[in-house]
């Protein structure tokens, strides 16, 4: 199934994708993101915030987006 | 930018939105929701969130929005801060490449460039405004209501003091600075 994917990492991702059925938000994240730590994202399906075992569904729209952002 | 630098008494924050074919020929800078103190700046995470997904919804990829991060600092420096460095480290890291840019609000800048390729590296950029580029003029009302959106001061550590703008005023000696929000609210006399 197709589902649109959004992060920043890398050369940036926003872009159709191709999932298999039954795939996680953990799932998607260990095998989008290797090596990030998921408290270093704020995790949304459909711009929502989403639990590690909520199931993704054909059309869904999953971003990893960084958190925070601090200067001082 | 400058506009929103010295609208307020606290640091303020956003990102970058660089032209399609030039992507550090920033033609828009974007607030979105932060807490701010005169001397720090925290974006909500929720806000970043959905600032992503509106640019992208206006066709936009990810290294046109999402890789240069502007805020501002108080006083002459626009040195990074060791919290500075830390995000920049963190949030930015992964990326192909990213800027870091502050504002002082003496007027100093600072740019630096990263990327991650092979060993990695940095380098320093000039910051300046390029007159060349077309501008529909200033909107000084969004720029106001955007940033009245966005930015949230922190009660407890907001100094009386700007440290942008100042003039006399106008009830006797005293020199207490004054932000634009304030003078905008004096009565006429």
Known sequence: MQILYINNDGSGFADHIH??????VAKLFTQRVP?????????????????????????????????KIEGA | MLFLRDLGETEVGGFGISAADDLLLIEDFVLVRQHCSVITVAFEDESV????????????RPEQFGRIWIHTHPGESAQPSSVDEETFSRVFGRSDWAVMAIVACGGDTFARLQFPAGPGGSLSLPFAVDYRQPFTGSDHEAWTNEYLAAVQPEPDLIFSESSCLSMLSHAGDSSRTYSPLELAAWPEW
């Open chain 1, 35 to 67: 090596h990030g730590r998921t408290c270093d994202y704020l995790i949304r399906v459909n711009r929502q915030p989403a639990t590690s075992d909520q199931v993704l569904q054909s059309g869904d729209r999953v971003s990893f987006t960084p958190t």
């Open chain 2, 49 to 60: 969130a959905e600032f992503f997904d509106r640019q992208i919804d206006r066709g936009l």
């Open chain 1, 19 to 24: 999932v298999d059925d039954g795939t996680t």
